[in-house]
Structures are given as C-alpha cells and as structure tokens.
C-alpha cells in the first residue's frame, strides 16, 4: 500500500469504524500466547509504523528486535539481577519516565490500575511476594513471542521523545491490524544498563522503553483489565471567541 493510494474501503463510515476500532481496542495486554509471529508480520507492522508524523523528517526511532534464545537471554540476564539483591539496588531507571512528585489526579489513576489489576488477580493489598512475581512478569515479556527494544541517539531532544509516541502508538494500533496485541513496558528502563550489554548498544544510544507483542491469551483474567478514561469534557478546552 502507498502514502496516496485510496482508502481500501469505499464506505466512510465503515473506514471510520475500522480506524476507531483499531485505536479503541488497543490496551496493555499482559499474558500472551506462544504462538509466533512471523518475521514478515513484523516488518510489515514497523512498514506502516515508520510513517509517524516526525519533526522536520528526523525520525529519531531506532528498534531492537528479540525473539527466541536472543530474547531468552536478555530475560535470563535480568532474573539474575532481580534474584540478586544486593545486585539488584545497583540498578536504576537511566532518565524519569515517571514524575518524581505525584499528584492527583495522576496519583489516583495510577492507584486505581493497579489495584484492579491486582484484584483481578487475587492479590491482596500488602502481599508484596505476589506483588513482585507479577511485575516480574514484565521481564518475560509476560510470555509474548516477540520483545522490543527501542533506543534513541543521545543527541535528540525532547521534542523527539513526542515523535517516537507517535511512532509507538503506530506500532501498537497496526499490531491490531494483524490480530495482534501489545503492551508498552517502560517496566525495561531499570535495567538498560543489562539490555544495553545484550544488545551491544553504541554509547551514543539510550535506551527508553521495551514492548510485547504477540496474540494475547483470552483465557488470562489479567486480560479482562479495561482502564478507563476521562471524558473530553474533562481534558478540553474549547475557544471561540
């Protein structure tokens, strides 16, 4: 498909509801099936992805796939830091993904999430053993096929954090396309120092965030989780005059 082909479907209506469907129904999924993804699904998905809007054309994203022993590996690498204490404190988040002060209603939406996750769960506020088995899960990719890894040149700006959003977001809403689901995991950022080794990253690339990608497992209650949203009414501001 090119940039200036006509829309695949004829009906306006019925292209509407596909590309709100597609937005609509992406949502961090956090148990998948270990069913593959083949390489083609995948380069087809980052084909349309590449075409987020970028300023002045820079396109600053740089991804890392992982599949198989490669991916294995890298988790691998990361349970024996988690299951080293002392080791694990070494590591930290390189820059703040996350406010250092929370506010609400930041504070109460983040709260909110992770209590029903966790009640979907059966785990009990306090429970910090089960607490921590399930964000551990993070470095498993929580059992998807495909992991990804994206970076960054140091030399970019913030300006280019907002155009590798886009770019994730491109990922993310063409993996439905293909049946597909995802969860975005800045979870990774702890241990960039391990992925970067794993990878061979050059100095000059930070890593930001990590992804699993695969087919999610409907039969996980984990899955059942839908976040809510706050109405337009209560993020806009509309002027006229």
Not at 80 to 88: E, G, K, L, V
Not at 104 to 119: I, M, Q
Not at 130 to 139: E, I, L, T, V
Request: proline content about 5%.
């Amino acid at each position: 498909m090119q940039r200036n082909d006509t829309p695949p479907l004829t009906d306006a209506d019925e292209l509407r509801k596909t590309i709100e469907w597609a937005i609509l129904s992406r949502r961090s999924v956090r148990a998948f099936l270990p069913t593959p993804v083949p390489r083609e699904t995948l380069e087809s998905i980052l084909d349309v992805a590449r075409f987020a809007a970028t300023g002045v054309n820079i396109q600053p994203w740089r991804v890392h796939v992982v599949t198989g022993p490669a991916k294995d590996r890298i988790c691998a690498a990361i349970q024996r830091a988690i299951d080293d204490t002392a080791f694990d404190q070494t590591f930290a988040d390189e820059w703040d993904y996350y406010p250092r002060e929370w506010i609400s209603p930041y504070l109460e939406r983040r709260r909110t999430v992770g209590w029903n996750l966790y009640g979907l769960l059966g785990i009990e506020k306090g429970d910090k053993e089960r607490m921590k088995a399930q964000h551990s899960r993070n470095y498993k990719f929580f059992d998807a096929p495909v992991g990804l890894f994206f970076t960054i040149d140091r030399v970019m700006q913030k300006g280019s954090l907002i155009d590798y959003g886009m770019f994730l977001q491109n990922i993310m809403i063409a993996a439905r396309a293909h049946g597909l689901s995802t969860c975005p995991q800045a979870a990774f950022m702890k241990y960039h120092k391990i992925i970067a080794n794993q990878l061979q990253l050059h100095p000059s690339e930070m890593f930001l965030v990590g992804m699993s990608l695969g087919f999610a497992d409907p039969s996980s209650i984990e899955n059942s989780l839908v976040t809510e949203r706050a109405e337009v009414s209560a993020f806009s501001t509309f002027h006229s005059e």
